[in-house]
């Protein structure tokens, strides 16, 4: 079951921070098709936010064709974003993780990282066109 976290200093709208979760966790397999999403109460209390902004957040993922709403049972998933390089995303993220270690050790912030591959995959994009 996924688990949300909320960036305060983001300038991302918090459902929109929840819509992209779920997104996120659609793409890596760690949602599939019929897995229930929290409870919109669960998911208030434990974020300290408004019930109507995970509602909005849902709704969001309803439109979007990704999530459907049953009531009185909850909120799941529609379909996948998995796409075919699923299955070789488990050894990326294991060399992934040894990487944000090393960096980590070399004084990095999750910021410096964030612009670090952010500025990466730009510059790799550009060079491949």
Do not use: C
């Not at 819509?19 to 793409?27: D, Y």
């Not at 995303?89 to 004084?107: F, I, S």
């Not at 500025?119 to 491949?128: G, I």
């Amino acid at each position: 079951m996924i688990e949300f976290v909320l960036d305060g200093r983001s300038k991302v709208n918090t459902y929109m921070q929840l819509v992209q979760q779920v997104k996120q966790a659609l793409r890596v397999g760690l949602l599939s098709p019929g897995d229930q999403l929290p409870k919109v109460r669960d998911v208030a209390q434990s974020l300290a936010i408004n019930p109507n902004t995970v509602l909005k957040a849902y709704r969001e993922l309803e439109l979007e064709g990704l999530a459907e709403g049953r009531p009185g049972v909850g909120t799941f998933v529609r379909r996948s974003l998995a796409g075919e390089s699923l299955g070789s995303q488990a050894a990326l993220r294991e060399e992934l993780v040894d990487w944000l270690h090393r960096a980590q050790a070399a004084g990095l912030t999750d910021e410096d990282v964030t612009a670090l591959v952010e500025t990466t995959m730009r510059a790799a994009r550009q060079a491949s066109v």
